[in-house]
Nanobody
């Protein structure tokens, strides 16, 4: 299973970006999907999560600005980021809890990360 992120870039404060993550490979189903981020010198932190039923939760720092969504049929997940601030600068990682067969074999996979830089 591979996870590939896209959509990162350089934006000015107050602008928006949309990150996408697509999973491919031997997938039976995907449980939770999450976005994490890691800024230089800081630990990786959970930004947002979405269950396979669409329930979501967010870090306090992004509530009201970021929206996570997914398409179960396409194995994709998006993160719409609005009102970006310099403190949102980080490498953003996609994470998925994947069932690879019908017997319950379950693995956590990570994408390679995409850089988001917010600077004037």
């Amino acid at each position: 299973v591979q996870l590939v992120e896209s959509g990162g870039g350089l934006v000015q404060p107050g602008e928006s970006l949309k990150l996408s993550c697509v999973a491919s490979g031997t997938i039976f189903s995907i449980n939770d999907m999450k976005w994490y981020r890691q800024a230089p010198g800081k630990p990786r932190e959970l930004v947002a999560a979405v269950t396979n039923r669409g329930s979501t939760n967010y870090a306090e720092s992004v509530k009201g600005r970021f929206t996570i969504s997914r398409d179960n049929a396409k194995y994709t997940m998006d993160l719409q980021m609005n009102s970006l601030q310099p403190e949102d600068t980080a490498v953003y990682y996609c994470n998925a809890d994947v069932l690879v067969d019908g017997l319950g074999s379950r693995w956590s996979y990570w994408g390679q990360g995409t850089q988001v830089t917010v600077s004037s």
